[in-house]
């Protein structure tokens, strides 16, 4: 257990519609810098979960908190960009809506996802893995302590996935930043994360939560380990266990 | 490219030959049918009335139209912000869409007076422009990415700038789309006005037209439709080529 006071703290929260339940009784806290992977079945929460964390949904019970001073970026599953202005203008979006222009900062955090060159493209002249990544960009430009991502390479290719995913874990590692991160994908999971968590069949509750090495670098490399192949087959067992699948 | 303009160019004059022709051999009495070399003469005798009155339609097409753009601004802000207001009265704003405009075209001309007739024109071609305008643009502001609206509220954007950075230009490929439709019925609307107006305008295109009309001189009739046709495509086209300047970027063209 870590001394430290968590990002983000969630105790006993649910999200109902009416008469029906989304999430029930979540509790979980997440250190500074970790990085962790929401797993389950298809409707089972999971992007309500990041929802109700960035306050874009209320919670019906129990309490979240997020640790003072955090400042928390969103990254969609959907690039999110807007198509009439330049990939310098979208990602520069959050800090002219505060009132700010830092020109030096946007193409820093292009350099990061390694699109310096293309900051004048509109998204249509991008590819969709370069779209995702302007996305990135467009939420590290807040230099946020929280990045919440919700399956943002769902519409990728595996190998693209894991590039990006890839990225994502170096600049968290580097930056110190908080991930919590929403995917269907048991590889992504187990390769991006320090923690996997691992949700039941709509209403979503925590069913198991699955701590890998936090080692900082994963490279092409560990996709091929044992360490690798054994988080990913814990995982998939507790995911096909919270699924009601017999085994 | 060019034989996209060829082939209706060779196609037209093929049309035109036979029809000088037909015209001739058949003995058609030019009151009925004239041929199409006396409609050229009539163009050209004519040129300078004929862009007189084509200057009057189109004006009175114009201001209709940016009426209705401005209407339809208003109008589908307010029913995008209150479920309420657009439920009580989209129904009335369908209602005048379907009535035939030439049914109360009539009516408009009593309320607001022979005096006041350019007004009035005004009135009925905005009634008839407007609508294509409204729901396009209710349908823009609808169909606005989800997770941009979130983005905006995560990143404490206020209303106006939600407004003005969010909303204003992501409708704004429905709103031209919607344009080029309105722009068209615009001018039908001016026209469809003129002919009610008849003689209380006397000056657009479509009083040509009645005027040559009573006067058994369907050259000038001709001349005045051409001219008109060609206004409605010169507009259509004109508002494609600035669709495609101002959107065309958005989807990689």
């Given at each position: 257990m870590t001394a430290l006071e968590p990002a983000v703290s969630l105790h006993g929260v649910g999200l109902s519609f009416g008469a029906n339940a989304a999430v029930r009784d979540i509790s979980l806290d997440i250190s500074p810098g970790e990085i962790v992977t929401l797993v389950g079945p298809s409707g089972c929460g999971k992007s309500s979960i990041l929802r109700l964390i960035s306050g874009l949904q209320t919670h019906s019970a129990g309490?979240?908190?997020i640790a003072e001073g955090q400042t928390l970026s969103f990254v969609f599953q959907d690039a999110a960009?807007?198509?009439w202005a330049s990939v310098a203008r979208n990602v520069m979006l959050p800090l002219s809506l505060d009132g700010g222009e830092d020109l030096a900062l946007v193409n820093e955090c292009l350099a990061q996802v390694g699109l310096a060159d293309r900051r004048d493209a509109h998204p249509a002249e991008l590819s969709g893995g370069m779209r995702m990544r302007v996305s990135i960009a467009r939420a590290l430009v807040r230099r946020p302590t929280l990045l919440l991502m919700d399956e943002p390479f769902a519409a990728l290719d595996e190998l693209r996935r894991f590039d990006l995913a890839q990225q994502v874990r170096q600049i968290a590692k580097t930056t110190g930043l908080t991930v919590i991160f929403v995917t269907h994908s048991v590889f992504e999971a187990c390769f991006l994360s320090d923690r996997v968590i691992v949700l039941s069949a709509s209403p979503g509750t925590i069913v198991e939560s699955i701590s890998l090495d936090d080692d900082e670098v994963r490279s092409a490399d560990f996709r091929e380990s044992q360490a690798f192949a054994d988080a990913c087959n814990t995982v998939s067992?507790?995911?096909?266990?919270?699924?009601?699948?017999?085994? | 490219m060019t034989r996209r303009i060829l082939a209706p160019l060779?196609?037209?004059?093929?049309?035109?030959?036979?029809?000088?022709?037909?015209v001739g051999a058949l003995d058609v009495k030019a009151f009925i049918l004239p041929p199409p070399s006396d409609i050229g003469a009539s163009l050209l005798d004519g040129w300078a009335a004929l862009?007189?009155?084509?200057?009057?339609?189109?004006?009175?097409?114009?201001?209709?139209?940016?009426?209705?753009i401005v209407l339809s601004l208003v109008l589908s802000l307010v029913f995008s912000a209150s479920k309420l207001v657009e439920l009580t009265f989209y129904p009335y704003a369908v209602v005048l869409q379907v009535t035939p405009i030439i049914a109360?075209?009539?009516?408009?001309?009593?309320?607001?007076?022979?005096?006041?007739?350019?007004?009035?024109?005004?009135?009925?071609?905005?009634l008839v422009a407007f609508f294509p305008l409204l729901t396009t643009l209710i349908q823009g502001l609808r169909s606005i990415d989800r997770s941009l609206k979130d983005l905006f509220k995560l990143y404490g954007a206020n209303r106006w700038q939600t407004f003005i950075r969010l909303q204003l230009p992501a409708t704004l490929p429905a709103f031209l789309s919607g344009l080029k439709i309105s722009a068209g019925l615009a001018l039908i609307g001016a026209v469809v006005a003129e002919f009610v107006a008849g003689s209380g305008t006397g000056q657009g295109l479509a009083w040509t037209m009645l005027e040559a009309s009573n006067r058994l001189k369907t050259d000038r009739m001709f001349a005045a439709l051409i001219v008109l046709s060609g206004m409605g495509v010169a507009q259509y086209y004109l508002l494609a080529w600035l669709e495609d300047k101002l959107t065309g970027h958005w989807v990689g063209r």
């Open positions: 309490t979240i908190k960009l807007l198509p067992l507790a995911l096909r266990a919270a699924a009601g699948e017999d085994l | 060779f196609a037209a004059i093929c049309a035109l030959a036979l029809w000088e022709v037909l862009l007189s009155a084509a200057w009057h339609t189109l004006k009175l097409t114009w201001t209709a139209l940016s009426v209705a109360i075209a009539p009516l408009i001309m009593i309320w607001v007076g022979l005096d006041n007739i350019d007004l009035a024109l005004i009135i009925i071609a905005t």
